[in-house]
């Protein structure tokens, strides 16, 4: 499968802990996003690497939120301290460089904060 | 600031039916580039079609075409001959083409097709 995959798919965890999530992009792709899909809402962005670097992050990122790209290839995306308004799916996409690409989606982390 | 506003909640449309899914945006950005993404129960966003707000002709993607009125900012997703794997979330999105490169999804609207 050579599409971008996120590990793991479903994450239940207790208030106060934190997790971890990981996206692996398509292996040709340098741009890659992390966005947050709440249930019945589109996805919103939360942010945004070129290669290694984080170029863009949403004033949703709060200080609890904390992305790396080390390589310029995986990503992973943690919550600290996790609260029950963080349960949402977290969505990964990676897009190549250029003006018309589009983002392909990952299958998602389903996140469920008890 | 960049918005999407799809007004259909929810939509109904008979098997091989063609069916329109409808989107509003708004940008300042001289320009920009509009998708639709379909999102089945399972949960995966799949791209379905995009438009460059460039392009003098609407974007077509087999059974789907995208409605492109400029002056009106209206970017509206055609199905043709729908069938019952069209059931899912549609979203339609944009984003810039200069900076910024996050996209910018709607509400989504829920299509139904059926037998």
């Known amino acids: 499968d050579t599409g971008v995959s996120q590990d793991p798919r479903h994450k239940i965890t207790k208030r106060g802990q934190n997790v971890t999530f990981r996206c692996d992009p398509i292996?040709?792709?340098?741009?890659l996003y992390w966005y947050r899909q709440t249930l019945g809402q589109g996805p919103e962005f939360l942010t945004y690497?070129?290669?290694?670097?984080?170029?863009?992050k949403s004033r949703l990122l709060s200080d609890r939120f904390s992305a790396e790209r080390p390589k310029g290839s995986f990503s992973t995306l943690e919550i600290q301290r996790t609260e029950q308004g963080d349960s949402a799916m977290y969505l990964c996409?990676?897009?190549?460089?250029?003006?018309?690409?589009?983002?392909?989606f990952g299958p998602g982390t389903r996140l469920t904060v008890t | 600031a960049q918005k999407i506003t799809q007004t259909q909640p929810g939509m109904f449309v008979q098997e091989k039916e063609a069916v329109t899914l409808d989107c509003t945006y708004d940008?300042?950005?001289?320009?920009?580039?509009l998708f639709w993404y379909k999102q089945p129960s399972s949960g995966e966003m799949i791209f379905l079609i995009y438009?460059?707000?460039?392009?003098?002709q609407n974007a077509t993607e087999g059974r789907y075409s995208l409605n492109f009125q400029k002056a009106r900012k209206s970017a509206n997703l055609v199905i043709s001959a729908s069938q019952l794997g069209d059931s899912a979330m549609y979203f339609c999105?944009?984003?810039?083409?200069?900076?910024?490169?996050?996209?910018?999804f709607g509400q989504g609207t829920r299509l139904t097709i059926n037998p």
């Open positions: 996409a990676t897009s190549a460089t250029g003006l018309n690409y589009e983002q392909y």
């Open positions: 292996s040709e792709h340098n741009r």
């Open positions: 690497f070129q290669n290694e670097a984080q170029l863009e």
């Open positions: 940008t300042s950005d001289p320009s920009y580039g």
């Open positions: 438009q460059g707000s460039y392009d003098q």
């Open positions: 999105a944009m984003r810039s083409l200069q900076g910024a490169q996050k996209l910018v």
